[in-house]
């Protein structure tokens, strides 16, 4: 395989802020994202900037059978996949929408496993490869705020654990990202806290170091370890009185 990095959800500000980080570095780039025309300013940058290849292609995590296809037409199987897809919207809505819902879920969880399977079985013949998932401290406990959210991203979580366990054994490595807030435009509407919320480029920083030191689970800014320890351990009978 070359060194080649896919970006999965490449028009996001993460996934902008990888694309850069990967390149700066000399590896070769796929974009692909939904209306994947947006990124044609980003594949100029990069290649001017950094002298790569870089490419663009279609991708919709939540139109499933167009997966298997997507991956076949590559040009260049990479020899890095990176999942930065995301949705989240307000949890009332959601919960009163069975489209917001299934969007949600699909775009957080479903789509994302369906896509992966198709890679994963591929690295596990070649006996190569990595796979790097961004999903959320959201997913280490439901809270009333985002659980739809939440649930999408634990199931992911756990998804990204068994597919360690399973690829360990085929020389294939799975690294699962866990930010806590994040300054994106899907976040632009809530009111950060600003000494516990990253910037794009510093997921960026951890996904690229977490691969080179074949992580297997790392959080974006270290004291959101002791912070989710703190929430996951409070008893179900206090935790249920919450507002969280």
């Known amino acids: 395989m070359s060194q080649t990095v896919l970006i999965l959800g490449a028009a996001s500000d993460i996934g902008i802020a ?6 700066a570095n000399a590896f070769d780039i ?12 980003l594949q100029s940058d990069l290649k001017i900037k950094y002298n790569i290849n870089c490419t663009i292609h279609e991708f919709d995590a939540t139109d499933f059978s167009s997966h298997l296809t997507f991956w076949n037409i590559l040009p260049v199987k990479p020899a890095i996949t ?5 949705y989240m919207n307000d949890n009332e809505k959601v919960i009163k929408s069975q489209e917001e819902t299934l969007k949600t879920i699909n775009s957080n969880y479903t789509g994302l496993v369906s896509i992966l399977n198709i890679i994963g079985e591929d690295y596990a013949k070649q006996q190569s490869g990595v796979i790097a998932g961004i999903s959320s401290v959201a997913g280490l406990r439901g809270r009333q705020s985002n659980y739809i959210y939440g649930s999408a991203k ?14 360990f054994h085929h020389k294939v490595h799975v690294l699962t990202v866990l930010p806590g807030f994040v300054y994106t435009k899907m976040t632009e509407d809530l009111n950060l806290p600003k000494l516990l919320t990253a910037q794009p480029v510093d997921v960026a920083d951890t996904v690229y170091k977490g691969i080179l030191k074949k992580k297997n689970k790392i959080y974006v800014k270290w004291f959101w370890r002791w912070i989710m320890m703190i929430i996951t351990n409070i008893p179900e009978f206090i935790f249920k009185r919450k507002k969280l």
């Open 18 to 23: 990888i694309a850069e980080k990967f390149a």
């Open 30 to 41: 796929q974009l692909a994202a939904r209306k994947s025309d947006r990124l044609s300013s």
């Open 82 to 86: 990176i999942s930065v897809i995301g």
């Open 154 to 167: 634990a199931g992911f979580i756990a998804y990204l654990s068994g597919l360690r366990n399973r690829l």
